[in-house]
């Protein structure tokens, strides 16, 4: 299972300038809202030295669920993330 806590612990240790989520076979969702929250939170406390991190996710093996709008708005990765990813021949090819 995903280890919120310790994205956030990584994130202060790591200082990334991005964070990459999503999965390919994986049998959980993803709270994308937590995600976001711990990432703007770090952000907040980065002074005008440091680059801000934006979270990035690959939804390669699950856009479709999110196409048929069948997750609640806390695992649609769209409302949270900056940068998003797909394939068209992962889920495209079975419709």
């Given amino acids: 299972m995903i280890d919120y ?8 240790e790591v200082e990334p300038r991005m964070l990459i989520m999503g999965y390919s076979a ?18 907040a406390t980065l002074d005008e030295t440091k680059q801000s991190c934006i979270l990035w996710t690959d939804m390669a093996h699950f ?3 999110i196409a ?3 997750w609640e708005d806390k695992y649609d990765h769209t409302k949270w993330s900056d940068v998003i990813t797909t ?5 495209l090819l079975g419709p």
């Fill in 5 to 12: 806590d310790e994205i956030k612990k990584k994130l202060y």
């Fill in 26 to 43: 994986y049998s959980r969702l993803i709270d994308f809202e937590i995600v976001r929250k711990i990432v703007d939170e770090y952000n």
């Fill in 63 to 65: 856009s479709l669920f």
């Fill in 68 to 70: 048929a709008h069948m």
């Fill in 87 to 91: 394939t068209t021949h992962t889920g």
